[in-house]
């Protein structure tokens, strides 16, 4: 069996793409797979090395009517003709696409060729790429039953799957991610992820809400600033005394969320599946210029308890001061937000999604 698997440049779309390619090959060690990215916005490192890619010509498609955009139109163009040479030359027999403009060709090509296809919907809220494809393609995965009021298909289609983690996300023991990061045992850990994008405004009401807590030294922080202000955040914690690990970025993600009480984030679809995982309570603001994604998103965790949503808009020192000293003084609340998760959290996502793959072959 050949698998081409296409998607976007972003780890939300690529990290379940690869978790999905990993479990199929583990599976079946037979299975050839070929997975097809953009060349554009692609962050070093996020790829493993194991992985046989082949990459197409795209680039952002907007309404205007700009130079840029007739540029991006004929990238797009240049995008499905090497798709199409891609196919040929693989010959899949499943083309499965995890979302953006850049899945779009592979999936109406393979859809052509009479090709069994498939795609998967990390968000709540599916994308237009995906709501398009959804009336072609054999079979709809998707990470939250919600998904399925938004499609306007057959019941009949759908896959509920969940979202495929990172192979490296495990559950640690607390006491050793605590080690880990050299933090004390038996304070209070907060890991805040301002995120890739927009993280200041995050990364900054934080440092000064922590700044006015009521007790500060029952707390710590492991803090991940994203791209940019690592140093001006290090410092904001110095001047206040704060024990405070800082980081622009952690490969080992699996050891914050092991050794965290709370998560303050936003609400792209990775981090709240990864939330969900490790069962951790949460203050989520959803990213404002994603905001029909991520509030959709941070709306499963909120409805069930799991988390407090502020809006972006909303989020300032003073608010999340509040929020902050009630949960640290609240045990008994915040064990009641990480008991809300129980029947959240399934079976392994990427093993329901390799499954729906290979009944597609039957």
């Avoid at 992985?51 to 499905?80: D, E, H, Q, R």
Wanted: include cysteine; proline fraction near 4%; hydrophobic fraction near 45%.
């Amino acid at each position: 069996m050949k698998v081409l698997v296409v998607t976007g440049p972003s780890g939300g779309h690529i990290f379940p793409a690869v978790s999905f390619i990993q479990t199929l090959k583990e599976k079946h060690s037979e299975i050839d797979t070929l997975l097809v990215l953009p060349k554009r916005g692609l962050k070093p490192g996020i790829l493993p090395a194991d992985c046989k890619i082949n990459y197409i010509s795209t680039l952002a498609i907007n309404a205007n009517i700009t130079t840029a955009n007739l540029l991006a139109i004929f990238s797009f163009l240049k995008g499905s003709w090497e798709s199409l040479r891609i196919i040929l030359k693989f010959k899949p027999d499943l083309v499965v696409g995890f979302g953006s403009l850049d899945s779009i060709p592979c999936v109406f090509i393979a859809w052509f060729f009479r090709i069994k296809t498939m795609i998967h919907e990390q968000n709540v809220l599916p994308g237009k790429a995906n709501r398009l494809l959804a009336r072609f393609v054999d079979r709809v995965a998707v990470s939250f039953a919600k998904s399925q009021d938004y499609f306007g298909i057959s019941r009949q289609k759908f896959a509920l799957t969940g979202n495929p983690l990172r192979q490296q996300i495990k559950k640690i023991d607390r006491n050793k991610a605590l080690d880990f990061f050299g933090l004390t045992k038996g304070k209070f850990t907060i890991l805040v992820m301002g995120g890739s994008q927009g993280s200041r405004h995050i990364n900054t009401a934080f440092l000064n809400a922590v700044s006015k807590l009521n007790n500060p030294s029952l707390i710590q922080v492991i803090h991940l600033v994203g791209s940019g202000g690592l140093e001006s955040i290090q410092d904001g914690y110095k001047k206040i005394n704060l024990s405070a690990k800082v980081f622009n970025f952690l490969n080992n993600i699996e050891q914050a969320y092991s050794a965290s009480d709370l998560a303050i984030s936003r609400a792209g679809a990775a981090t709240i599946s990864e939330l969900i995982f490790f069962e951790l309570p949460a203050i989520i603001s959803p990213y404002p210029f994603a905001y029909a994604h991520q509030s959709e998103n941070a709306k499963i965790l909120g409805d069930k308890g799991c988390a407090i949503m502020i809006k972006d808009n909303e989020l300032d020192s003073d608010v999340l001061r509040a929020s902050l000293d009630e949960l640290v003084s609240d045990r008994i609340k915040l064990e009641n937000m990480r008991l809300a998760f129980r029947g959240l959290s399934g079976p392994c996502a990427s093993e329901l999604l390799a499954d729906a793959a290979f009944s597609l072959d039957k």
